[in-house]
């Protein structure tokens, strides 16, 4: 069954340093998201993707992140200048048509900073 | 602020009870996903609902979607310890593309 794959599994970077994570979405899917799970908390909605732009943002999604799908396959979220309260789980998800289709999610990249 | 309330947050039970977990909010939904999260991995998707009133069985698992579309539940009879996990629901809404996530259902079954 198709999947989809993060890259790195743990990434640990010290504050104010670039981060890129990683994410191959499932091939015919349409829209990309990405998500957050800081320890102990909730999965937060970070931003979406379709058509090669931003489709919707949280207020968390602020100028320090960005998304991109530079080629065909893979969808990265950058954080320019990280700061301890991003250590969290970042979760890449696909899905063919939208939020009421089903997300497939991949097994997050765990960020630490230091 | 759409919030999803999920209760209780850790349930032990033994083997072979019957439970349920709740999903609640103020908020009205276009659809009510569950999920299962196991440690290490993303969350799976079990089900999504998207009619008021709306029941759907899963082996041993039934979900339902509120009349009013403001909560959900998840029953399991006869847990195994193989249905031990985190399970989340999550509402979606029309006009937008986020998924807003409770904060997950701890769930332990002891042999």
């Known amino acids: 069954e198709p999947e989809v794959t993060q890259t790195p599994s743990h990434q640990v970077t010290q504050m104010g340093q670039e981060v890129i994570l990683r994410c191959v979405p499932i091939?015919?899917?349409?829209?990309f998201y990405w998500y957050r799970q800081i320890l102990g908390q909730k999965v937060e909605f970070l931003v979406s993707f379709y058509n090669n732009e931003i489709s919707e943002k949280s207020e968390i999604f602020d100028d320090q992140f960005s998304v991109e799908r530079p080629d065909g396959s893979n969808f990265t979220l950058k954080i320019r200048s990280t700061k301890l309260e991003d250590s969290a789980m970042y979760f890449c998800a696909s899905s063919g048509q939208g939020a009421d289709s089903p997300l497939h999610f991949g097994n997050g990249t765990r960020l630490t900073v230091t | 602020t759409q919030l999803l309330e999920q209760s209780p947050q850790f349930l032990s039970i033994q083997e072979g009870e019957n439970l349920t977990v709740y999903c609640n909010s103020s908020s009205v939904f276009s659809s009510l996903q569950w999920y299962r999260q196991e440690p290490g991995e993303g969350p799976v998707l079990l089900v999504t609902?998207?009619?008021?009133?709306e029941v759907k069985k899963l082996k041993r698992l039934t979900f339902q979607f509120g009349d009013a579309r403001k909560d959900s539940s998840l029953h399991i009879t006869a847990a195994q310890p193989g249905d031990t996990g985190l399970y989340l629901c999550?509402?979606?809404?029309?006009?937008?593309?986020?998924?807003?996530f409770g904060q997950g259902t701890r769930l332990t079954i002891n042999p």
């Open positions: 609902v998207v009619t008021g009133g």
């Open positions: 999550a509402g979606g809404m029309w006009g937008a593309q986020k998924l807003v």
């Open positions: 091939s015919n899917h349409l829209y």
